[in-house]
Structures are given as C-alpha cells and as structure tokens.
C-alpha cells in the first residue's frame, strides 16, 4: 500500500513530533526531527512522510496529497491527541477508502483507550512499532502481525500478540535518508545546537528507571540496545555526503553515555571525521571519558539534572547524588564542554523550599543554558501512577497543556498548588538568567559571532512573548 507518515499539524508552534520527549509549545520555537515516523518510513518503499508543524504544512494541503495514499500513519501523543483524530476524519472524509492508524507512546500503553476514544481510527501498532508498520504497508493480514490492535471486519477491535523488542538493531536502514527524501534540514532548530543540525538515535532503551521518562517506560525500554559503531559511523558518512551544510550532529539516545566504551569508541571514530557531535549524557560521566570525547569533537552535552534536592531525585529513582552532578559539571567546565541543563518542577516532594534549592543548585553550577519545564505524568509512566493513586492528577489537566499548546502544572500536592508549581518556571528562569555574570556571558557570546547575534535576539524575542503567554494561562488557572 501506498503509505503517507503524518506528524500532523496542531498548536501553533507546538513540537508535538515524534522526536519529542515534552510534546508542548516551546519557550524559543523549536523542532526536533521526526525520528519515530522516519525509522518506519525507511523501511517502507515510495512511501512519503509530512512532519508539518516545522514546515507550516496546513490541513487543507495534507488532505490533497493524501487522496493519492492507501494508508496513513499518524505519530499522537497524549496532548494532541484529539487534534490527531480531527485530522484523521478530515482525511477519510476526502479519501473514504483510507486506512489510518496511529503510533506513539499514548497508543503503545493504552490502544484500547485510543480506539475507544476514536471509531475513526483503523488500527494502532503497539510499543516498538517499525515492523508492525511495515507488515500493514505490506498487506500481511491484520490477524497475524504482532504488536497490532485493529478493528475487525464487524467493527470489534482486537489485540494481537505483542511483537518481541528488537535486538539486532542494524536491520535499521537509516532515518537520515527519508529526512534526505521529504525533509527541509533548516526547517529544524534548536536554540543551544548549531544551526543546521541532524539528530539520529545510535540506539534505543535507557538503563535508568526514572519515574516521569517518557520512551524508556512506553516504547524504548530499559535495556540500552545500540547499533554497531561501524553502522553509526556509516551514517554519519552518508550526512556528511548529502548534508555538507550540517554543522553539528546530535545523538538523542536517551543516555548516550550509559555504554562508556562505545561512546569513546565512536567519539574516537568521529575525531578522525573531523565532525562536531553533541549527546544526551547523566551527569555521572567521568573526567577521563569526558576527555576522551573532548579532544574527538564533542561541543555540548544535554544533561537532566532534574533537581537539586537529594530526596526528590531519590524519589524519581534518578540513580544520582548532588555532589556527584556538581564534581561532573565542573569536570565539562574544566575541558571547555557546554552543557544544556534541564530541570523538573513539581516532581513528588517538591515544596516552596526545593524549588528555591534547585534554582540556587543550577545558578551554583551554572550550564551553560537551561530548560525548566513542568512535572508531566504521562500514562504509561510510574509518575502518572502515583499521580492517579494519590490525588495528584486533576481530570481538566489530564492532556497536560493547555488550549494553546503551552505545559500547564498537572500535579498538585496538598503543601503546594498548581498555580505555585507554574509560576515557578517563570522566577527559575529569571533568577538564572538575569545575572550580570550570566548576561556577561551571554553578551560577549553575541559580540564574537554575528551568528550567534541575531540567534540570540530571535530568542530572546520568542521568550519574552512565551513568558506573557504563560502569565496568560497562570491568570486563567
């Protein structure tokens, strides 16, 4: 069948993609690849994929072109969920013979909710998703492929047998040749990578159990399943010849550094490419592997510190201490590595206090840019169970955004109330910011690169034009 991949368009400026692991609308506008619908799209011949939001690609255009398509395969997740399904009706309506399915960590955990919740959609391909993908685009009976929950000819829907996870992960054509296919690369940004950017996975699963993660608890799982270093390095071969214009490559693993060895031994492999790569690292890296991918081209790492309290990353099962993030970010300043900190509010034991412990532990360590975003329970997630049992999670803020897209605080706790939690980012990001220091910095960045200059008042723009959307939605709260 001929099959369309569809990140369909929803909120304006919303990164929703199936790349994403906070599907909201960003502080700076931002898009990251739509690596979940490429990797199946790569193993479907004259298939095509439409990322729309970071290409400005309406319904109305979408409907046209998918009169020409058997089959469509939409990436949901649980904030545009609805969106989602009106896209779905609006193409049926134009092509009645269309089949539409849907993939996503919200399908992957809870396929019989979706389909309830949508008679519109034909089937949803469960957990690890790429060959249930391709054996539908084949034509394989719908009865016998693994990891398919579908509606049978009387309307019913059933559920087939899970699909075993993937281990040989080198059967995996590469998603930089559909990006190469259907994608504009400088449609794609993100405020502390250079510009234009590819970001890939060299694997799949994190060691790690953190309660609020996304794909590790969904899609992913817990063990680390990595492609050879010769097939990783191949790709970056294959970038380099038909993306000359890529300034830097990212690798989005969700821990990238959870395989020592392996990262040295690509990083050393990378170094004789000449490339500049940045990672997702835990901030647990040692000083001698940190040198290692130093001197063989590594820029920045992303690291999740979350917090800076010690009970709450002990209540997430972070599987880190305080001390040791500190020891790790100073080693980074140390070799000239940058680092994009993010952080959580509103985690489980979270207090007025902590909040003010974090702040004052990320201006201490100060990275070199930060992201705050909310506590997110998604389902699927040991956060959105302990959300449920204990009250936590209100009904009205189960879609964890709002009407434009923008994170709301869905967790609440009787010591600290929603609106505490939201307006919270807001002084976070403020008090690390609006430093002299920090603005020294940021000023003589600007004043180096002309780059960097118009980069960096782009963004301030959009901040500032963020932050008054999110007093928007603290006042309506």
Partial sequence: MRTLFLQAPTFDGFDGGAGSRYQAKREIKSFWYPTWLAQPAALVPNS??????????????????????????????????????????????????????LIGAKVAVDAAGAMAQAPVVDFCARNEFDFTVKEVAEGVPLSQIKGLSYRDA???????????????????????????????????????LKHPYISFYSGRGCKSRCTFCLWPQTVGGHTYRTRSVAHVIEEIKYCLKEFPQTKEFFFDDDTFTDNLPRAEEIARELGKLGVTWSCNAKANVPRETLKVLKENGLRLLLVGYESGNQTILHNIKKGMRVEVAEKFTKDCHDLGIAIHGTFILGLPGETKETIQETIAFAKRINPHTIQVSLAAPYPGTFLYKQAVENGWLDIENAEL?????????????????????????????????????????????????????????????????????????AKAA
């Fill in 48 to 101: 095509k994929l439409i990322d729309a939001p970071p290409h400005n690609i309406k319904l109305p255009e979408i409907v046209a072109q998918a009169n020409d398509f058997d089959l469509v395969v939409l990436h949901t997740s649980v904030p545009s969920f609805k969106s989602d399904v009106k896209t779905i009706e609006a193409l049926k309506a134009a092509n009645p013979k269309l089949i539409a399915g």
């Fill in 401 to 473: 955004v709002d009407e434009n897209g923008v994170q709301v605080a869905p967790l609440h706790y009787p010591h600290l109330s929603h609106t505490e939690i939201f307006t919270s980012v807001e002084e976070f990001y403020k008090k690390f910011y609006f430093r002299a220091p920090k603005i020294a910095s940021i000023v003589s960045e600007m004043v180096r690169s002309p780059d960097m200059m118009k980069r960096r008042l782009r963004e301030g723009v959009e901040f500032y034009r963020f932050l008054k959307e999110r007093q928007g939605t």
């Fill in 154 to 192: 009387n309307g019913v829907v059933v559920h087939n047998e899970d699909r075993e996870i993937m281990t040989d992960m080198d059967q995996l054509p590469f998603v930089t040749s559909v990006y190469k296919r259907d994608l504009e690369m400088e449609k794609y940004f993100i405020g502390y």
